[in-house]
């Protein structure tokens, strides 16, 4: 393994204090019950042994702490533990469905506020939370919770994940995120992959179509871009006229860059070369700034990542952030996508998630990334042409 010259530093850290939820989400990528924890073979780590590793995280250099699931208002100690990372200094990120938040949660989270809420939401009703995570109470709940995490300083942000029981509530969710303030963001999750890490959801018979995937995105463009955008240039057509503006030929692709150089594996980008100014792991922060603790205690580079791992409980956090790299088995990317310059939805870890193999062929992914490409050429397209038409543009090509 060549990692001269790399620096990987430990900044931002994920807990995911368990797997469990007590929502039944039919794409959730996490969650196990208690019968498949025991067929994996792991058990959740102790109040103490969090609080421990957490200690050893921030001593290492760790300031972004995001806690995660499954649900980790769930675990009995979520107070405890959380009351704990606070008082360390992290710069804390939650993650929670909401539907959780008692009195008691309140009150440390009123002493503590974390800098930022991710809120995840599932349908705009009790009839869609039924179809979606098998509960339709549990819709009621979210709206209390969110009116009570409302009440602290922290960034709000509802986060959604779309799938054929609740695509058709995306417009009435965003209305309703968008009233509870200007300064809550709304952040919608089209791709779902399938389940990584043993999680127990049949993703594939739940998740959109590639096809219903693009057509909806196509609709959102429709809406949020395409229509304000020919709006603009109707009602100022003046200020197109006076602009010169470069025709920049557009950048098609970020070619993952994935090559932590391995020596038993050369990487190489989708235009078949090694490269080798950018090392990394995955192309991304995976295990380079960032990493996920797994709530049955392995280090791993995100929590996307489905193996490769070591057991920083076991060797203490610091040799664990050092061996991972050592670990990582890197694969080519697969002999599909060489030549590919199109921006592609899938990364190492969702190939794994499909495919089993970081290197494997992800279809699904490669067919929506396709058809978004062509809908965002075509859309491109259209208003270049609406700009000629309707704003008599001087191009300088370039
Ligand atoms: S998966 Fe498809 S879209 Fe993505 S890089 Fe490979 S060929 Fe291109
Ligand atoms: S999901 Fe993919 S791109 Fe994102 S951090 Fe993990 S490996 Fe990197």
């Given amino acids: ?91 804390l990120t939650l993650y929670t469905n909401a539907t959780l938040v008692t009195p ?20 705009a009703s009790p009839e869609t939370y039924e179809k979606v995570t098998g509960s339709a109470s549990a819709y009621n709940k979210m709206i209390e919770g969110v009116r009570r995490l409302r009440q602290l300083p922290s960034k709000l942000t509802i986060r959604t994940t779309l799938i054929k029981d609740n695509a058709n509530d995306l417009r009435k969710m965003s209305e309703w995120a968008f009233s509870i303030g200007r300064d809550v963001d709304f952040n919608v999750s089209r791709i779902v992959t399938k389940a990584v890490r043993g999680g127990i959801a049949e993703v594939e018979s739940c998740r959109l179509t590639a096809e219903e995937n693009v057509a909806m995105l196509r609709e959102r463009s429709k809406e ?36 932590f150089k391995n020596a038993d594996n050369d990487i190489t980008n989708p235009k078949g070369q090694t490269v080798k100014e950018k090392l990394t792991l995955y192309g991304c922060e995976a295990g380079m700034s960032a990493y996920t603790i797994t709530w049955d205690g392995k280090l791993i580079g995100c929590q996307m990542l489905g193996n490769c791992w070591t057991y920083p409980f076991e060797t203490g956090f610091m040799q664990a952030w050092k061996d991972y790299p050592k670990q990582v088995n890197l694969q080519p990317m697969p002999e599909q996508c060489k030549g590919c310059e199109i921006t592609c939805s899938a990364c190492p870890a969702t190939r794994q998630a499909e495919t089993g ?30 700009i000629e038409e309707k704003g008599r543009l001087e191009y300088e090509t370039i």
């Fill in 104 to 123: 008691e949660v309140m009150e440390v989270l009123k002493a503590y506020p974390p800098h930022s809420i991710g809120i995840t939401t599932y349908g």
């Fill in 357 to 386: 193999s970081i290197g494997g062929f992800p279809e699904y992914l490669c067919q929506e990334s396709k058809l978004a490409h062509a809908m965002e050429m075509k859309m491109i397209a259209e208003m270049q042409q609406f």
């Fill in 224 to 259: 949020f871009i395409m229509e304000p955008f020919s709006r603009f240039i109707k009602e100022h057509p003046e200020v197109i006229k006076k602009e010169k503006i470069k025709k920049e030929k557009i950048k098609k692709e970020k070619i993952p860059t994935t090559i």
């Fill in 1 to 91: 393994m060549e990692t001269k010259n790399v620096k990987r530093v430990p900044l931002n850290g994920t807990l995911e204090l368990t797997a469990r939820c007590n929502l039944r989400c039919k794409m959730c990528l996490i969650r196990v019950d208690e019968k498949r924890m025991t067929e994996l073979g792991g058990r959740e780590r102790t109040t103490k042994e969090w609080i421990q590793l957490a200690r050893e995280m921030f001593d290492a250099g760790t300031i972004g702490l995001l806690l995660t699931g499954g649900e980790p208002m769930l675990r009995g100690d979520f107070c405890q533990i959380y009351k704990a990372v606070a008082q360390m200094g992290f710069l």
